[in-house]
């Protein structure tokens, strides 16, 4: 009875421990397949993640791709634009653009669909080579076309310059040969007249070589030579048959004129005028050549002359005017002025002319817009700024006066009178040892001038240094020894020194050739003496 119990409690035993297995199996296969389950949710969802990775790298890269294209169209568009403003300006402003942009919206795009590290610098290395690419491409086609728009330019303006050079060449040569020619036929026709073509033959020389219309004949004239000897191997056949006609003799004239001759060359002009008496330019060379003889009322009387045969003739003005202005006749010569100037409205010696005119007749502010106007005309006219400056300095305009003396040496470093005047200016501003360094290069450029040295004294008598003031004003006697400035600056030296008697001395030297300011100082100092 026992076993039997033991038995069944055995097998009830092990019944309850199969169940409770059997249980323990279940739950265990269950969370295995729950596992199983998860495990294949999870991959589900890496496929997917994978995929929307995937997903979303194309649709940058395309985003990506589409804003390069945009970006190459627009720099294709205003590639004439760089072209102004130039490779290196340009290539870091579309740099910089295109970085910011492309980052902007690579960041904006991966930050919202990316979250490995990883994957972002995939997508920012892919982003930054394309661009590198077309910025490379963009240098690359910018030089190729910079350089083809400038040889292009240098070509056109070269051609355009070889174009009028040529055009003016071949209008000139076809003038002068036809001119030539109806000499010849002339010469041909009328053995007899040669007087009259050597006339026509003059006025053609007057309008290309004497009148100078313009710098531009003047040039093409010393490119045809040629032409021009023609017409002196026509000239020379015609003396041969003639040799007294009013040209030969107008040539002859200038020639002397020339060469300062004067005396030959107003004989010359009065045999031209004696066989031509319209002869108008043998009127205004006779005038200039009574001019520089100071013949001033027979130069006139040739002026007049000239005048009355051609009115219009801006020259035969202009040399009355230089006449009158040397006879002190200022108003008249102003007339005349304003006549050349009518007759010519670029007439620079006319408007420079008047200018000193004007200056003489201490009409400052006129002179200074004459001078002004000579100067816009011509922007290296150097007595012009050196004018301008001496009534600027005269009106105590002390600071534009220096600038136009500035100019003045900038255009003539050699210029002695512009280092001497501007020196004087800086004495009257107290700027004393800055007029020493401009006195200083006058007497470099001359040391044979004695004015510097004693201009030099005084500004070193002023900063009190008598040794070096001494030195100069030997200097300046010794170069010229009746220099009245020279012994007025002694006189003021040897005062300094306390040499009384001496300074005395000094000073009435000065007074006695004529430096009347010395008396001041032998009234003060030497009244006993």
Same mark, same amino acid.
């Given at each position: 009875?026992?076993?039997?119990?033991?038995?069944? *409690?055995?097998?009830?035993?092990?019944?309850?421990?199969?169940?409770?297995?059997?249980?323990?199996?279940?739950?265990?296969?269950?969370?295995?397949?729950?596992?199983?389950?998860?495990?294949?949710?999870?991959?589900?969802?890496?496929?997917?993640?994978?995929?929307?990775?995937?997903?979303?790298?194309?649709?940058?890269?395309?985003?990506?791709?589409?804003?390069?294209?945009?970006?190459? /169209?627009?720099?294709?568009?205003?590639?004439?634009?760089?072209? *102004?403003?130039?490779?290196?300006?340009?290539?870091?402003?579309?740099?910089?653009?295109?970085?910011?942009?492309?980052?902007?919206?690579?960041?904006?795009?991966?930050?919202? @669909?990316?979250?490995?590290?990883?994957?972002?610098?995939?997508?920012?290395?892919?982003?930054?080579?394309? /661009?590198?690419? %077309?910025?490379?491409?963009?240098?690359?086609?910018?030089?190729?076309?910079?350089?083809?728009?400038?040889?292009?330019?240098?070509?056109?303006?070269?051609?355009?310059?070889?174009?009028?050079?040529?055009?003016?060449?071949?209008?000139?040569?076809?003038?002068?040969?036809?001119?030539?020619?109806?000499?010849?036929? /002339?010469?041909?026709?009328?053995?007899?007249? %040669?007087?009259?073509?050597?006339?026509?033959?003059?006025?053609?020389?007057?309008?290309?070589?004497?009148?100078?219309?313009?710098?531009?004949?003047?040039?093409?004239?010393?490119?045809?030579?040629?032409?021009?000897?023609?017409?002196?191997?026509?000239?020379?056949?015609?003396?041969?048959?003639?040799?007294?006609?009013?040209?030969?003799?107008?040539?002859?004239?200038? %020639?002397?004129?020339?060469?300062?001759?004067?005396?030959?060359?107003?004989?010359?002009?009065?045999?031209?005028?004696?066989?031509?008496?319209?002869?108008?330019?043998? *009127?205004?060379?006779?005038?200039?050549?009574?001019?520089?003889?100071?013949?001033?009322?027979?130069?006139?009387?040739?002026?007049?002359?000239?005048?009355?045969?051609?009115?219009?003739?801006?020259?035969?003005?202009? $040399?009355?005017?230089?006449?009158?202005? !040397?006879? !002190?006749?200022?108003?008249?010569?102003?007339?005349?002025?304003?006549?050349?100037?009518?007759?010519?409205?670029?007439?620079?010696?006319?408007? *420079?002319?008047?200018?000193?005119?004007?200056?003489?007749?201490?009409?400052?502010?006129?002179?200074?817009?004459?001078?002004?106007?000579?100067?816009?005309?011509?922007?290296?006219?150097?007595?012009?700024?050196?004018?301008? $400056?001496?009534?600027?300095?005269?009106?105590?305009?002390?600071?534009?006066?220096?600038?136009?003396?500035? !100019?003045?040496?900038?255009?003539?470093? !050699?210029?002695?009178?512009?280092?001497?005047?501007?020196?004087?200016?800086?004495?009257?501003?107290?700027? @004393?040892?800055?007029?020493?360094?401009?006195?200083?290069?006058?007497?470099?450029?001359?040391?044979?001038?004695?004015?510097?040295?004693?201009?030099?004294?005084?500004?070193?008598?002023?900063?009190?240094?008598?040794?070096?003031?001494?030195?100069?004003?030997?200097?300046?006697?010794?170069?010229?020894?009746?220099?009245?400035?020279?012994?007025?600056?002694?006189?003021?030296?040897? @005062?300094?020194?306390?040499?009384?008697?001496?300074?005395?001395?000094?000073?009435?030297?000065?007074?006695?050739?004529?430096?009347?300011?010395?008396?001041?100082?032998?009234?003060?100092?030497? %009244?006993?003496?």
């Amino acid at each position: 009875m026992k076993f039997i119990l033991l038995f069944l *409690f055995f097998l009830s035993s092990s019944l309850l421990l199969a169940d409770t297995l059997q249980d323990s199996v279940s739950r265990t296969e269950m969370e295995i397949l729950k596992l199983n389950q998860e495990i294949q949710q999870i991959k589900k969802n890496q496929e997917f993640q994978v995929k929307l990775y995937q997903s979303s790298y194309e649709k940058m890269e395309s985003e990506l791709e589409n804003v390069i294209w945009a970006a190459t /169209i627009i720099i294709t568009i205003i590639a004439g634009f760089i072209t *102004f403003l130039g490779y290196k300006f340009m290539k870091d402003t579309i740099n910089d653009f295109l970085n910011e942009r492309v980052a902007k919206i690579a960041r904006k795009s991966i930050n919202t @669909n990316i979250k490995g590290d990883w994957f972002k610098d995939i997508v920012n290395e892919k982003a930054q080579d394309p /661009i590198n690419i %077309a910025l490379e491409s963009l240098k690359i086609s910018f030089e190729k076309k910079s350089k083809k728009l400038i040889e292009e330019e240098r070509e056109r303006i070269q051609r355009i310059h070889e174009e009028a050079v040529e055009k003016l060449k071949d209008d000139f040569e076809k003038e002068s040969r036809t001119l030539i020619e109806e000499g010849k036929v /002339i010469i041909e026709k009328h053995d007899r007249d %040669a007087k009259s073509i050597i006339s026509e033959l003059v006025k053609i020389k007057e309008k290309l070589m004497i009148e100078g219309i313009d710098e531009k004949t003047e040039g093409l004239i010393s490119e045809n030579k040629k032409l021009l000897k023609d017409i002196e191997i026509t000239s020379e056949k015609t003396k041969k048959e003639d040799k007294h006609t009013a040209a030969d003799w107008f040539l002859k004239g200038y %020639a002397a004129l020339e060469k300062n001759d004067y005396i030959e060359s107003i004989e010359d002009f009065n045999q031209a005028i004696s066989l031509d008496s319209k002869f108008g330019q043998a *009127f205004i060379g006779r005038g200039v050549a009574k001019l520089k003889l100071r013949k001033y009322e027979e130069a006139i009387e040739d002026y007049n002359e000239a005048i009355m045969l051609d009115s219009e003739n801006r020259k035969a003005f202009y $040399g009355r005017a230089l006449v009158r202005k !040397e006879l !002190e006749k200022y108003e008249e010569a102003i007339e005349d002025y304003n006549d050349a100037i009518r007759l010519d409205s670029e007439y620079i010696k006319a408007f *420079f002319g008047r200018a000193l005119v004007k200056y003489e007749l201490k009409k400052y502010e006129e002179a200074i817009e004459d001078f002004d106007e000579v100067i816009r005309l011509d922007s290296e006219y150097i007595k012009a700024f050196f004018g301008r $400056g001496l009534i600027k300095a005269e009106l105590g305009k002390y600071k534009e006066a220096i600038e136009d003396f500035d !100019e003045v040496i900038r255009l003539d470093s !050699e210029y002695i009178k512009a280092f001497t005047v501007r020196g004087l200016i800086k004495v009257e501003l107290g700027k @004393n040892e800055e007029s020493i360094l401009d006195f200083n290069e006058a007497i470099k450029l001359d040391s044979e001038d004695a004015i510097p040295y004693v201009y030099n004294a005084s500004s070193y008598l002023k900063i009190d240094k008598v040794q070096e003031a001494e030195e100069n004003v030997k200097k300046a006697l010794e170069i010229d020894s009746s220099y009245d400035a020279a012994y007025y600056n002694l006189g003021l030296i040897r @005062n300094k020194q306390g040499r009384i008697e001496e300074a005395c001395s000094a000073w009435k030297k000065a007074l006695d050739l004529g430096f009347k300011e010395a008396q001041k100082e032998l009234d003060e100092f030497c %009244a006993d003496s």
